[in-house]
């Protein structure tokens, strides 16, 4: 089957370091996405992993372990416009999407 | 400024009636998802086009849904007849092929659709 799990809320302070987990299932795997969706607005991409490893663009960096089916998304300097949905994505046969992790940032 | 469009960006309709989603992928995009997304279930894939043709549209109650590519610039998803519990926002999303690459899906802005 396939499955993607993530918790469903975070808080985090504004400055400080988060890091947003994974887990996944998918059959044919083949790559895992992060998007980020603001209230209101449609998913745009972040990262794209296919190798184990880290990935680092800017702030926001993306692990993969594929014998664990385990990935983070690891955000830095957190700003309050990084307030959002974090959505983990397995791609398989098919791309399935988590149900979104909520990231609150306060001041 | 390449992106996906999506029509309308909101519907309000009655129980019953039908619905037609639009959506114009990325030119030289040939593979279009659609996605349902609802606070509940979060974000469900409906159907997933390659070169026009239907891969995958298992996700997809296939009793009143119905998606079609006519050709290569338009995508729709179609709701006969339409229920309340269909509510939600869809999204249309194109990309390329994988295989190695990254192959991120460009989404829509969605069509929020209410079924009073």
């Known amino acids: 089957g396939q499955n993607i799990d993530q918790p469903t809320e975070m808080t985090a302070t504004e400055g400080a370091i988060v890091q947003i987990n994974c887990t996944y299932q998918?059959?044919?795997?083949?790559?895992l996405f992060w998007y980020q969706q603001h209230a209101g607005e449609a998913p745009t991409f972040l990262s794209y992993?296919?190798?184990?490893g880290l990935e680092e663009k800017g702030r926001f960096s993306s692990f993969l372990s594929r014998s664990k089916g385990y990935s983070y998304l690891l955000l830095k300097e957190l700003q309050m416009k990084d307030s959002a949905s974090y959505l983990c994505?397995?791609?398989?046969?098919?791309?399935?999407f988590g149900a979104g992790t909520r990231l609150f940032v306060k001041a | 400024d390449a992106r996906v469009t999506q029509t309308p960006r909101h519907k309000v309709t009655e129980m019953g009636q039908e619905v037609t989603m639009r959506c114009q992928p990325i030119?030289?995009?040939?593979?279009v998802f659609w996605y349902r997304q609802t606070m509940m279930q979060g974000l469900e894939l409906l159907a997933y086009?390659?070169?026009?043709?239907?891969?995958?549209d298992s996700g997809m109650p296939k009793d009143r849904f119905s998606a079609e590519m006519p050709d290569a610039t338009l995508a729709t998803l179609k709701i006969q007849p339409s229920e309340p519990r269909d509510s939600a926002v869809y999204f249309c999303?194109?990309?390329?092929?994988?295989?190695?690459?990254?192959?991120?899906?460009?989404f829509g802005q969605g069509t929020r659709l209410t079924v009073v």
């Open positions: 999303a194109s990309g390329l092929p994988e295989i190695g690459a990254n192959t991120e899906a460009f």
């Open positions: 998918t059959s044919g795997f083949n790559g």
């Open positions: 992993n296919v190798l184990d």
């Open positions: 994505a397995g791609r398989g046969f098919k791309t399935i």
């Open positions: 030119l030289g995009h040939n593979t």
């Open positions: 086009f390659r070169n026009r043709a239907p891969l995958d």
